[in-house]
């Protein structure tokens, strides 16, 4: 895979030229889907034995980060990872415990540890710390010298933060996207959603962990979600503005890029399944599934996608002054008028970064060095040509109200079987026992030759782990399994 190199951000009303570092040719979109693929296998990254290691901090302690530890340490340029979320039993068993606070208000003590530790690498994971500007913070040593981050800056972060800034950079970049407005008045809001002939998606405009998109089955949902937003604050201040938007049909999927300042690196797109059940139904969660590669868009689309979306926000976001280094996480709905933006978040999804990383053959730390430094087109990248289906297992009550504390039984006997890896996220170790501790517990991923074998593989190991009141969708990459015969 090679990326696409762009050129610095054209005039308003001029639109942005696209030039690809290799094999710039269409193809055809019957043949497998991954994006960018050279007609001729490119060697993996590989990092050479002069390469001195390096020294990674990761912060962050979810599913997301435990696939993302896994990816790391399988790096021959690993020296020694240092992790700020050791309660993660998944997490603690790869890396250092860090010996500091880890939140905003101490920034300063992360920054020590990092200049003691000879910190040459930091890997942010989830969008709380990038949106507290950790990015910011940890990109420059005590001396001066400067320190490789994956991940973007506050500025940049804003993008998924606030909702309402990045409907208006879309607006502004003339990206398709639904047709919406904003509010930061419930009264307003609600009398404008009751004037409705169809409900509206209801969005809290902040950070609510994924969980804060309602999209309501009639207007009287649709008021009762911006009230409970609004006024119960359901999504805590996150719910201080709200977006409403037009309900768009089509199919959703997720296609995930890295950006070093100059280039684009489309990743293999993935597709998640975001309803608590089968056959999408019930609330939206954080991600009860994802599978890899998806093959919804052909190669023709995804270049519509990386020309008319990835490489207009990523101009848009340079006129405000900002520089995008990072995962640009763009959620589309594949609409009868083309593709449109649901929204961007600013790092990998979880669980989309579960089966992404089991097919990563390449070098993790050399593929986030080169994101960090604006090296993305002096690198191949590569990626298994197995499937990968990724099975969430979610707590009792999620999401509304998870139970913790069951005990969970199984995960040695699944990670047993070839080709499976389970990522903890909340799970807790209590007194040597594993416990419940979150609402999506942990992920089941696996890789198969088609996606009907992963798909069965992933199952067969799940079925193998217990906890009382699990939840668990048992239609994940079904589609996709059927389709492809």
Same mark, same amino acid.
């Given at each position: 895979?090679?990326?696409?190199?762009?050129?610095?951000?054209?005039?308003? #009303?001029?639109?942005?030229?696209?030039?690809?570092?290799?094999?710039?040719?269409?193809?055809?979109?019957?043949?497998?889907?991954?994006?960018?693929?050279?007609?001729?296998?490119?060697?993996?990254?590989?990092?050479?034995?002069?390469?001195?290691?390096?020294? *990674?901090?990761?912060?962050?302690?979810?599913?997301?980060?435990?696939?993302?530890?896994?990816?790391?340490?399988?790096?021959?340029?690993?020296?020694?990872?240092?992790?700020?979320?050791?309660?993660?039993? !998944?997490?603690?068993?790869?890396?250092?415990? *860090?010996?500091?606070?880890?939140?905003?208000?101490?920034?300063?003590?992360?920054?020590?540890?990092?200049?003691? #530790?000879?910190?040459?690498?930091? *890997?942010?994971?989830?969008?709380?710390?990038?949106?507290?500007?950790?990015?910011?913070?940890?990109?420059?040593?005590?001396?001066?010298?400067?320190?490789?981050?994956?991940?973007?800056?506050?500025?940049?972060?804003?993008?998924?933060?606030?909702?309402?800034?990045?409907?208006?950079?879309?607006?502004?970049?003339?990206?398709?996207?639904?047709?919406?407005?904003?509010?930061? #008045?419930?009264?307003?809001?609600?009398?404008?959603?009751?004037?409705?002939?169809?409900?509206?998606?209801?969005?809290?405009?902040?950070?609510?962990?994924?969980? !804060?998109?309602?999209?309501?089955?009639?207007?009287?949902?649709?008021?009762?979600?911006?009230?409970?937003?609004?006024?119960?604050?359901?999504?805590?201040?996150?719910?201080?503005?709200?977006?409403?938007?037009?309900?768009?049909?089509?199919?959703?999927?997720?296609?995930?890029?890295?950006?070093?300042?100059?280039?684009?690196?489309?990743?293999?797109?993935?597709?998640?399944?975001?309803?608590?059940?089968?056959?999408?139904?019930?609330?939206?969660?954080?991600?009860?599934?994802?599978?890899?590669?998806?093959?919804?868009?052909?190669?023709?689309?995804?270049?519509?996608?990386?020309?008319?979306?990835?490489?207009?926000?990523?101009?848009?976001?340079?006129?405000?002054?900002?520089?995008?280094?990072?995962?640009?996480?763009?959620?589309?709905?594949?609409?009868?008028?083309?593709?449109?933006?649901?929204?961007?978040?600013?790092?990998?999804?979880?669980?989309?970064?579960?089966?992404?990383?089991?097919?990563?053959?390449?070098?993790?730390?050399?593929?986030?060095?080169?994101?960090?430094?604006?090296?993305?087109?002096?690198?191949?990248?590569?990626?298994?040509?197995?499937?990968?289906?990724? *099975?969430?297992?979610?707590?009792?009550?999620?999401?509304?109200?998870?139970?913790?504390?069951?005990?969970?039984?199984?995960?040695?006997?699944?990670?047993?079987?070839?080709?499976?890896?389970?990522?903890?996220?909340?799970?807790?170790?209590?007194? !040597?026992?594993?416990?419940?501790?979150?609402?999506?517990?942990?992920?089941?991923?696996?890789? !198969?030759?088609?996606?009907?074998?992963?798909?069965?593989?992933?199952?067969?190991?799940?079925?193998?782990?217990?906890?009382?009141?699990?939840?668990?969708?048992?239609?994940?990459?079904?589609?996709?399994?059927?389709?492809?015969?």
């Amino acid at each position: 895979m090679s990326p696409t190199s762009y050129q610095a951000a054209p005039p308003r #009303n001029q639109e942005p030229t696209l030039g690809h570092a290799a094999n710039s040719g269409k193809r055809n979109p019957d043949t497998p889907l991954e994006p960018r693929a050279p007609a001729v296998v490119q060697p993996t990254i590989a990092a050479m034995p002069t390469d001195p290691p390096i020294n *990674v901090l990761l912060i962050g302690g979810g599913g997301r980060e435990h696939a993302l530890a896994r990816a790391i340490a399988r790096s021959p340029r690993l020296g020694t990872l240092h992790i700020t979320h050791a309660a993660n039993p !998944g997490i603690a068993a790869l890396g250092t415990p *860090v010996d500091v606070p880890v939140n905003a208000r101490e920034l300063y003590r992360l920054q020590q540890y990092a200049d003691a #530790n000879d910190i040459g690498l930091v *890997v942010i994971g989830p969008e709380d710390p990038l949106a507290q500007g950790f990015a910011d913070a940890l990109a420059k040593r005590g001396d001066g010298r400067p320190r490789s981050v994956f991940g973007p800056t506050r500025d940049a972060a804003r993008l998924e933060a606030d909702k309402s800034y990045a409907k208006h950079l879309i607006r502004a970049a003339s990206i398709p996207t639904a047709e919406g407005r904003s509010f930061d #008045n419930p009264d307003a809001a609600i009398e404008f959603l009751s004037t409705r002939d169809e409900p509206y998606v209801v969005k809290a405009s902040g950070l609510a962990k994924g969980k !804060g998109v309602i999209v309501p089955e009639s207007v009287e949902q649709a008021v009762e979600a911006a009230r409970s937003i609004m006024v119960d604050r359901a999504f805590g201040d996150a719910g201080s503005r709200i977006i409403v938007e037009e309900r768009l049909t089509g199919t959703e999927v997720s296609v995930l890029a890295l950006c070093d300042g100059h280039n684009i690196l489309t990743l293999p797109p993935c597709q998640d399944h975001k309803r608590l059940r089968d056959a999408d139904a019930g609330p939206n969660t954080g991600g009860m599934g994802a599978f890899c590669p998806s093959s919804t868009l052909d190669a023709d689309t995804l270049e519509d996608i990386e020309r008319d979306v990835l490489v207009p926000i990523i101009d848009a976001l340079r006129r405000e002054d900002v520089e995008y280094r990072g995962v640009l996480y763009a959620g589309l709905m594949l609409t009868h008028g083309g593709p449109k933006v649901l929204e961007f978040n600013v790092r990998f999804g979880d669980p989309e970064c579960q089966p992404l990383m089991a097919r990563l053959e390449s070098d993790a730390i050399e593929l986030m060095l080169a994101t960090a430094t604006g090296r993305l087109d002096q690198i191949e990248v590569t990626f298994s040509d197995q499937h990968a289906v990724t *099975v969430v297992l979610a707590s009792a009550g999620y999401p509304e109200s998870p139970r913790t504390g069951d005990e969970i039984t199984g995960i040695e006997e699944a990670e047993s079987m070839p080709g499976v890896t389970v990522d903890l996220a909340g799970v807790r170790d209590h007194n !040597g026992t594993l416990v419940t501790a979150g609402g999506r517990v942990l992920a089941v991923t696996a890789l !198969g030759p088609s996606m009907s074998a992963a798909r069965e593989l992933a199952y067969e190991a799940a079925g193998k782990i217990q906890f009382e009141g699990a939840q668990m969708r048992t239609d994940i990459a079904a589609h996709a399994a059927a389709t492809a015969g």
